[in-house]
């Protein structure tokens, strides 16, 4: 939105830029959301995401490793508290993508909760010790508006490269 207004500034430097300049029509910048991913040495890097992409994909098109993708589809989407709309897909195929999501986001709190499916390949592939309340696999979660500024934490990775 800020390049908006500078532009709108730019075009018209003696008028003054109004605040109902919103109502314009939508721009890319507001499907846009930052994530803050700290990794397992503590460094803290943020990254755009898009606003319906997987966290996943946010993650490796922004050059953060967080292994082998679950890649498959979801299962089912919830749209609504009385209808669950069956997608058929495999859901999660491994567990190599887990990521820890911060407690308390407002967007964390109203994404979709982990299918059984999804809950299982992070019990088959992480030991105990290792599972939290906010265990997900990052390409099960879809980035939404409210998750401007999530923080995600991810642990140290299963080894996945030995021939």
């Known amino acids: 939105m800020a390049a908006r207004r500078s532009m709108a500034a730019a075009a018209a430097p003696s008028t ?9 029509p939508p721009s890319v ?3 846009i959301v930052k994530v803050t991913i ?8 943020i ?4 606003v319906g992409q997987t966290l996943y994909a946010a993650c490796d098109l922004n050059g953060v490793d967080l292994g082998p993708s679950s ?11 009385t209808w ?10 491994s567990g190599f993508d887990h990521v820890l999501l911060q407690g308390g986001n407002e967007g964390v ?28 696999l990052a390409s099960q979660v879809e980035i939404n508006a409210k998750m401007d500024g999530m923080v995600v934490y991810v642990p140290d990775r299963i080894v996945d490269d030995i021939p």
């Open 47 to 50: 990254i755009p995401a898009m």
């Open 84 to 93: 669950t709309e069956p997608l058929y897909g495999e859901g999660a195929a």
């Open 16 to 24: 003054v830029v109004s605040s109902s300049f919103n109502d314009g």
């Open 71 to 81: 890649s498959g589809p979801p299962q089912e989407k919830v749209r609504s508290t």
């Open 109 to 136: 709190e109203i994404v979709e909760p982990a299918h059984d499916n999804e809950k299982k390949m992070i019990e088959a592939y992480w030991d105990a010790d290792e599972i939290f309340p906010e265990s997900r």
């Open 29 to 31: 910048f507001d499907k």
């Open 38 to 45: 700290i990794d397992p040495s503590g460094a803290r890097r």
